[in-house]
């Protein structure tokens, strides 16, 4: 997890910006210096803080057994939690990290993330988007190799005042 923890926004800068969105990082904080969160451009000289949340409760192999229902439960709990950090005083967009997971995890993640946003999203109109980034893998000539790279599904919240970003889907 703590690899996770670090390589995150880096991940989540990548795919942003191959979606066509500005990304910059704000001065590490903390001894040693860490990068928790990072800044999407929504004008010329305006950001708004995209915010990681590791979410590994479902990850493979430690992590507990998903479902739909649960999943998209403990989506929502996550969505609503992230108002302290994120509303119209602090816009932003939330980050879900959720790690490796079996079975169809990422497109139920998907699914869940988009009912969240369309359930809470009235009630935090400083919540840009939610966007899982999920691993993905792909095989290469050489059968003992893979290629890892991540996906960002950004689904924006239909209530939220303010720019949005590139990429992003209702």
Not at 105 to 126: S, Y
Not at 142 to 165: M, Q
Request: hydrophobic letters at 45%.
């Amino acid at each position: 997890m703590a690899s996770r923890c670090i390589l995150a926004p880096f991940a989540a800068a990548h795919c942003l910006t191959m979606q066509g969105n500005r990304v910059g990082f704000p001065t590490p904080s903390g001894f040693p210096g860490r990068i928790e969160h990072l800044l999407v451009a929504t004008g010329p000289t305006e950001t708004v803080t995209g915010h990681v949340e590791v979410f590994d409760r479902f990850e493979y192999p430690y992590g507990q057994p998903w479902d739909a229902a649960g999943l998209r439960a403990a989506v929502s709990d996550i969505v609503l939690a992230s108002q302290s950090r994120i509303n119209l005083k602090n816009p932003g967009l939330l980050l879900l990290s959720p790690g490796v997971a079996l079975g169809n995890f990422d497109e139920t993640l998907i699914q869940a993330v988009q009912a969240a946003v369309q359930a809470v999203g009235r009630k935090n109109r400083g919540l840009m988007a939610v966007a899982p980034m999920v691993l993905r893998m792909q095989g290469l000539p050489d059968p003992h190799a893979l290629r890892f790279g991540y996906g960002l599904f950004p689904v924006l919240n239909r209530h939220y005042r303010g720019e949005s970003i590139a990429g992003a889907s209702d």
